[in-house]
């Protein structure tokens, strides 16, 4: 983060959502900013929505707002900022903003970090109400060196750890999300992900509850990955949904 222009990626996203088929669904993952950096929720919360706006522009089904980014540059030091979700106030109003600009016909999610029990248990009944689904996780922020001590990213010993490393965080985040759902009574779709690199760390994830499962390190070692997880497990795989 910061990303490119926002002419070149709203190029790219239509490009992309004319090449997904009738059977995909493509979510559009945005972020926002303060402008000045002085912390100033207000500017963030429109930040956000504008980029929603423009991704549904582009042709976004679906707006996924990344609330949980391990790698943000902290323009004001150096280094990166701790993921939004970790100020459940500041989460709050950003989401609440942005549903209020999203026309109704937007599906809307809130993608989260990894959050321990009383975060995620006092955080999700606010958002519950507000959005069609929660994601989670992204990357775990991370002290990251090299074998000698030194920051393998220099100028910033903070990073996102991805892959097989999160597989257990993201399966104890799941379980919870879905329990909270469960107990919540306002319905939401659980979308999962973290570690996922083959059918069986799929399975486990989609076995939680979770309607859809999804990966990203995975996919990029293979691309092929989503259709070897459904083939694996075509038998017991719902007709819609569950797909990853």
């Given at each position: 983060?910061?990303?490119?222009?926002?002419?070149?990626?709203?190029?790219?996203?239509?490009?992309?959502?004319?090449?997904?088929?009738?059977?995909?669904l493509?979510?559009?993952s945005?972020?926002?900013e303060?402008?000045?950096?002085?912390?100033?929720?207000?500017?963030?919360?429109?930040?956000?929505?504008?980029?929603?706006?423009?991704?549904?522009?582009?042709?976004?089904?679906?707006?996924?707002?990344?609330?949980?980014?391990?790698?943000?540059?902290?323009?004001?030091?150096?280094?990166?900022?701790?993921?939004?979700?970790?100020?459940?106030?500041?989460?709050?109003?950003?989401?609440?903003?942005?549903?209020?600009?999203?026309?109704?016909?937007?599906?809307?999610?809130?993608?989260?970090?990894?959050?321990?029990?009383?975060?995620?248990?006092?955080?999700?009944?606010?958002?519950?109400?507000?959005?069609?689904?929660?994601?989670?996780?992204?990357?775990?922020?991370s002290?990251?060196?090299?074998?000698?001590?030194?920051?393998?990213?220099?100028?910033?010993?903070?990073?996102?750890?991805?892959?097989?490393?999160?597989?257990?965080?993201?399966?104890?985040?799941?379980?919870?999300?879905?329990?909270?759902?469960?107990?919540?009574?306002?319905?939401?779709?659980?979308?999962?992900?973290?570690?996922?690199?083959?059918?069986?760390?799929?399975e486990?994830?989609?076995a939680?509850?979770?309607?859809?499962?999804?990966?990203?390190?995975?996919?990029?070692?293979?691309?092929?990955?989503?259709?070897?997880c459904?083939?694996?497990?075509?038998?017991?795989?719902?007709?819609?949904?569950?797909?990853?």
């Amino acid at each position: 983060m910061p990303s490119p222009e926002p002419a070149e990626w709203m190029a790219d996203l239509a490009r992309a959502v004319a090449a997904v088929g009738e059977e995909q669904l493509l979510l559009v993952s945005v972020m926002g900013e303060d402008p000045e950096g002085r912390g100033d929720v207000a500017a963030l919360a429109g930040d956000f929505a504008r980029t929603a706006l423009m991704a549904r522009e582009a042709g976004a089904q679906v707006v996924e707002l990344n609330l949980s980014c391990p790698n943000t540059l902290d323009r004001s030091a150096s280094g990166v900022k701790p993921p939004l979700c970790l100020d459940p106030d500041a989460t709050v109003a950003v989401v609440e903003h942005v549903r209020r600009a999203l026309d109704d016909g937007a599906g809307l999610v809130a993608k989260l970090s990894w959050l321990d029990e009383p975060q995620l248990a006092a955080l999700v009944p606010r958002l519950a109400p507000l959005v069609d689904g929660i994601a989670g996780i992204n990357t775990v922020q991370s002290r990251v060196r090299r074998s000698d001590g030194t920051p393998t990213f220099p100028g910033r010993e903070l990073a996102g750890l991805s892959g097989i490393a999160v597989r257990e965080p993201a399966l104890d985040f799941t379980r919870r999300l879905v329990a909270l759902r469960e107990a919540g009574g306002v319905p939401f779709d659980v979308l999962a992900m973290g570690g996922v690199t083959d059918p069986a760390s799929f399975e486990a994830l989609f076995a939680t509850g979770a309607d859809a499962v999804q990966t990203a390190a995975g996919a990029f070692a293979d691309p092929g990955l989503a259709a070897s997880c459904t083939a694996a497990l075509a038998s017991t795989l719902p007709r819609s949904g569950g797909n990853p």
